[in-house]
């Protein structure tokens, strides 16, 4: 139970506003009555979707909400009383052009794991973060380890303090250390630590350790529970020279 604690970290998603619509039939009457109202669109949605939404489609590609003609008496899901004319929609309108997904970050970091150290797959909720997770289930200390690229980053104590904001804002009641800057394997290094409770309510002590690259940042995130962390404090640093592939 401790573990499986220890293992969550809060995950942020984004959704899609009017999620789903339903397709109306037409009819040579309604196509009629349209022309005297200036009604359009072959959709239904719900009252919450504006103009400009975006809206999942049942093939799942994405239709952007073009015009909204008001309650209508085709649409008969109380849900969605709002008539809408969807452009990528099956009316026959011209479809959304699609956002290409940005490619993922492919570091040439990695970790070497000294022994008692296993390799576990990472979170999936986690995946866009960290590209190794490990837990040391003998002193029940766990590591994450997620890199990015130095393009842009010209203030190394700026960049460890806004690291530092993020992790004290994953944790209730956090209370971080100062940074301490250090040289690991002769690289300039930063390092803090963070106390504070999980939404569980466990209280866990993070120890966060940023080493610098000619090319990439590596970050590497060590946690155990907070009346664990003075027994493991050492070992847990040492980890940070295990970071190799700069």
């Not at 452009?87 to 970050?105: E, I, K, L, M």
């Not at 990015?148 to 971080?176: E, F, K, S, W």
Request: hydrophobic share 45%.
């Amino acid at each position: 139970m401790k573990s499986t604690t220890l293992a969550l970290l809060a995950v942020t998603a984004l959704s899609l506003q009017g999620c789903f619509f339903f397709v109306i039939p037409g009819s040579v009457t309604a196509k009629i009555s349209d022309a005297v109202t200036g009604a359009k669109g072959a959709n239904c949605v719900a009252v919450t979707v504006k103009v400009g939404d975006r809206v999942r489609m049942a093939d799942g590609s994405i239709g952007m909400v073009k015009s909204l003609s008001g309650t209508s008496s085709r649409c008969t899901d109380a849900e969605r009383p709002i008539r809408a004319e969807i452009v990528g929609a099956p009316d026959g309108s011209a479809p959304a052009p699609r956002t290409p997904a940005p490619t993922p970050y492919v570091s040439n970091l990695r970790l070497t794991l000294p022994a008692g150290w296993e390799s576990k797959p990472v979170p999936e909720s986690a995946a866009k973060v960290w590209f190794l997770y490990a837990v040391n289930r003998n002193t029940d200390v766990y590591a994450a380890l997620s890199a990015t690229t130095h393009d842009g980053i010209t203030d190394m104590l700026a960049y460890t303090q806004t690291r530092r904001a993020a992790a004290i804002g994953d944790l209730t009641d956090a209370v971080p250390s100062e940074i301490s800057q250090i040289e690991i394997n002769g690289r300039r290094a930063f390092r803090y630590s963070v106390t504070g409770k999980l939404k569980a309510g466990q209280t866990i002590t993070r120890l966060l350790t940023i080493i610098e690259g000619p090319k990439e940042i590596a970050l590497l995130n060590t946690w155990t529970f907070a009346a664990n962390f003075a027994q493991q404090q050492d070992a847990m640093a040492q980890l940070a020279e295990n970071v190799v592939g700069f």
